[in-house]
């Protein structure tokens, strides 16, 4: 009997220190909003069109038509869990950042129950060193899940702050940012700036190109990335990237300029028409009378 | 009982819980030759007017998602036209979905492109999710049922409108 006790009280110990656990990955959950239905809901899905992101933090427009669409059905009175499956159901399970409760899928769910029934039985049925031995293990277990679930938010929520002492400049700031967060186009924007200003045109480039995939129907990621192509020396990266933009938007006065100077100095005979709607549309622009004056002159 | 027993049952019972976990279809099947019921699609189209997908049940329907900053629908407008000439005496129709576009670039494009098919406006892609659609253009061929037969990811081809179409339409002229 005595040793039925101990067994009991050693089981209601690893349950208590589960409980703790499950606490602590928790954490506080905060007031229930609408806003909060859908972010939990988000933050369980993947972004089918990005690498790696889920639907919460993404900034691409199919992550965003997707919390619309978690917005409606929260607002209609939707589970998690119906809103998930509906999901799966238009995406497959993948859309799931957690393994579905079917198939294979259920092993994962399963796993940590047969790891607790495991660890139960053998508490139970162990004797001296082999007991002590299994509560040693289960100790440590719990201790590293608890340090690693209360460490979560640190892996989570991205590292803006600059380490103190760490020669770290706005770029390298940014660039880290920008690898917690590689959907979102402002902070791949404030890179591109940042090493613009730095001289880094090509890598500038880069961020710019990806700002412009996030944003297909912005103008001015397209255009800021060909102004850094050819400030890098690559001017016929810089034309196709302006001619596919002015195709999607055709009023863009920044773009017709630029495209328009890179045409005049190829000597392609369509640089006029694109310079005279830039003057159509940015009578005032700085730039303005230099063009005039430049079509004056070819005119004559 | 031995310890060792024990160890085996609960092996044993795993390895047969696993085993049937396995085989279980994840999703009930549907009934019929596994085609899931079209989406709703319902909106107004560029020019203000009204499209029902539902509308057009008892036609095959090619539902085609599109906007105008994107180079491959620019390509497919060609191939989705010459379909809808060529198989519209047999009941065919082309209905687009015009997604996370403005009215005036994709009227633009319309226009630029020749686009002869109507097109529902969905702003916010909300409809697009409701699809399933991963990124533009993608393609879906809706039977007389109102089921998805066919889905193309990517610009269509003269090749797979045939590829999938004929069997379709032979399906339907083969006496029963």
Do not use: K
Request: proline fraction near 6%; charge should be negative; include cysteine.
């Amino acid at each position: 009997v005595r040793g039925w006790w101990r067994g009991a009280a050693l089981v209601l110990a690893m349950l208590l220190a589960v409980l703790g656990l499950g606490f602590a990955a928790a954490g506080d959950p905060g007031p229930v909003t609408q806003e909060t239905q859908v972010r939990a809901v988000a933050s369980g899905l993947r972004c089918p069109s990005c690498a790696g992101e889920d639907v919460a933090d993404s900034a691409a427009p199919l992550a965003r038509a997707m919390r619309g669409v978690i917005d409606g059905h929260v607002a209609e009175g939707r589970s998690p869990d119906q809103i998930r499956d509906w999901f799966a159901e238009r995406y497959g399970d993948e859309v799931l950042l957690d393994p579905p409760r079917s198939g294979a899928g259920w092993w994962l769910w399963l796993l940590p129950f047969g790891v607790l029934g495991t660890a139960t039985w053998l508490m139970v049925g162990a004797r001296g060193r082999t007991r002590t031995a299994v509560v040693a293990t289960a100790a440590v277990l719990v201790c590293t899940g608890v340090w690693w679930a209360r460490s979560g938010a640190d892996r989570t929520t991205p590292a803006l702050a600059a380490p103190s002492g760490a020669d770290l400049d706005g770029a390298d700031l940014l660039a880290r940012a920008v690898s917690l967060e590689p959907g979102d186009a402002e902070l791949r924007l404030a890179l591109g700036r940042a090493l613009d200003g730095a001289g880094r045109t090509g890598e500038a480039a880069e961020h710019y190109a990806a700002a412009a995939r996030l944003r297909p129907l912005d103008p001015d990621p397209a255009y800021l990335q060909a102004f850094a192509l050819v400030r890098s020396g690559n001017s016929g990266d810089a034309r196709a990237v302006l001619e596919q933009s002015l195709d999607r938007r055709a009023e863009h006065a920044p773009t017709l300029l630029l495209l328009g100077t890179l045409w005049w100095e190829a000597g392609d005979q369509g640089a006029a028409g694109l310079l005279r709607r830039f003057l159509d549309l940015d009578p005032g622009h700085p730039a303005a009378d230099q063009v005039r004056v430049m079509l004056e002159e070819a005119a004559q | 009982v031995s310890r060792r027993w024990w160890t085996v049952v609960v092996v044993a019972g795993a390895v047969l819980i696993s085993l049937v976990l396995w085989v279980l279809p994840g999703a009930p099947a549907e009934p019929d030759s596994g085609r899931r019921t079209a989406p709703a699609l319902t909106g107004t189209d560029l020019d203000g007017r009204r499209h029902d997908l539902r509308d057009l049940r008892g036609s095959i329907v090619l539902v085609t998602t599109w906007a105008s900053w994107c180079a491959p629908c620019r390509e497919e407008v060609p191939v989705l036209a010459a379909a809808a000439d060529r198989y519209g005496h047999r009941d065919v129709r082309v209905l687009g979905l015009n997604t996370q576009d403005t009215p005036e670039r994709a009227r633009a494009f319309v226009a630029a492109e020749g686009v002869p098919f109507p097109s529902v406006v969905d702003a916010d892609g909300t409809i697009s999710v409701e699809w399933g659609v991963r990124g533009l253009p993608e393609t879906f061929l809706v039977d007389r049922e109102g089921r998805v037969a066919a889905h193309r990811i990517g610009a269509v081809t003269t090749e797979w409108v045939d590829e999938v179409l004929e069997p379709l339409l032979a399906a339907e002229e083969a006496p029963s």
